[in-house]
């Protein structure tokens, strides 16, 4: 275990999306800085720092420059290709552990890891072809949801299976790579439990988060979730096993879906995201600390904070155009606005968001 950081050290920061930068300010809420790392010349979270690398992450000699500025590594997004983080692991402490990546960027590696630990998942199998596909549809039933293993975001790379999908079109569709093939599951509800767990072990919860997704993309999260307080109990145990299992350093998400089950309910894993997470962003203004501080005390070896929520709250994305409406809200009671300075608008590209203490 590192020594932790002292208060004028750096954390490197792979990749500068809003993530990165929301990181980045919460740092500086501490007297950290941080160096931010992306190929993206607009990258929002190079408007926050002083020290910045503007490279692709292929680019040895500005990686090897990177470590040598920053004193810990981290990161925003999960895709981080594997030479890069092997080159800065034998350079720096990198957390969290970039091993945990192979497992969650892989659906099928990540699925049967949380199976292995006695936490359900959907139903899934392996799909290699269209033919193990046939197969998949007969073990896995109808309707089923065929999923890239790698790669796959704001439900890219997916398509559902119903009654008259011809197999084939579907293998075709998702581009004829390995997949898995899930069973569709009939959920009352999708929650999220954002989680920090420090190298000592230390594991604290926020409160789980209902969420609620337009055209794939997380429109809304509600603290709390409308679930029992035993379902909320389990959620978070759940993620705790997980962050255990992992021996995981920072905040993680994990993703569920809640499942009427006779009288009660049943939690089924979805989704884990290494990182700090969207349906996390209410905490910054709905929680005594929020999941961006947590993380960055996390890998600066800290203590955790232990997060008191504030009230009921509701984060809504400004997504796309939407964002251009943030006036709207500027004077909407409760709420605090949070734009990402992104300069170009796209359809579905995320540029803000609104929490608002209820
Ligand atoms: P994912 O990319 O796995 O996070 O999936 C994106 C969204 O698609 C989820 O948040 C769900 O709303 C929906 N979805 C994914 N998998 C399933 C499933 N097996 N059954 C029902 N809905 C699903």
């Known amino acids: 275990m590192s020594p932790p950081l002292a208060p004028d050290a750096t954390i490197g920061i792979l990749g500068g999306g809003q993530l990165g930068r929301m990181l980045a300010l919460a740092a500086a809420k ?13 990258a929002p979270a190079f408007d926050v720092v002083h020290r910045v690398t503007r490279a692709d992450y292929s680019d040895t000699e500005a990686l090897d420059r990177f470590t040598g500025d920053v004193d810990v590594i981290t990161y925003e997004f999960e895709n981080i290709p594997a030479e890069t983080a092997t080159f800065l692991a034998a350079r720096k402490p990198v957390l969290p ?42 073990a896995v039933g109808r ?43 009939p959920f009352e509800r999708e929650v ?43 959620a978070r145990r759940m993620t705790a096993v997980i962050a255990d299992a992992f021996d995981y350093v920072g905040v993680l998400g994990v993703e569920m879906f ?10 089924l894993v ?14 910054l203004d709905g929680a005594s600390v929020s999941q961006f501080e947590q993380h960055i005390r996390a890998v600066a070896g800290w203590p955790l904070a232990k997060p008191v929520r504030l009230g009921a709250i509701e984060m809504t994305n400004l997504i796309g155009n939407e964002a251009l ?22 359809d579905g ?6 929490t608002r203490i209820l």
């Open 30 to 42: 501490l007297g950290l800085k941080c160096h931010v790392m992306s190929p993206d010349p607009q």
């Open 97 to 138: 552990n970039p091993r945990i990546l192979a497992t969650t960027q892989d659906r099928l590696l990540e699925k049967t890891f949380v199976n292995d630990l006695g936490i359900p998942t959907a139903r899934f199998a392996e799909v290699d072809g269209p033919e193990e596909l046939k197969a998949a549809l007969e």
């Open 143 to 185: 309707p089923g949801v065929l999923k890239t293993r790698r790669f796959g975001y704001d439900g890219k790379g997916q398509v559902m299976i119903r009654n008259g999908v011809d197999p084939q079109a579907a293998w075709e569709e998702i581009g004829g790579q390995p997949a898995i093939l899930e069973a569709f599951v």
């Open 192 to 234: 999220s439990v954002i989680a920090a767990r420090n190298a000592a072990g230390q594991v604290e919860c926020f409160d789980v988060t209902e969420n609620e997704h337009r055209d794939h993309i997380l429109k809304i999260s509600r603290v709390p979730a409308a679930i029992s307080d035993e379902v909320a109990d389990a």
């Open 258 to 267: 809640v499942v009427a089950d006779g009288g009660g309910h049943t939690l």
């Open 270 to 283: 979805n989704e884990i995201a290494p990182r700090v997470h969207n349906s996390g962003h209410w905490t």
């Open 325 to 346: 409406h943030f006036g709207d809200w500027l004077t909407v009671p409760g709420a605090s606005v949070h734009l990402y300075g992104k300069a170009a608008v796209r």
């Open 349 to 354: 590209r995320k540029m803000g968001h609104v």
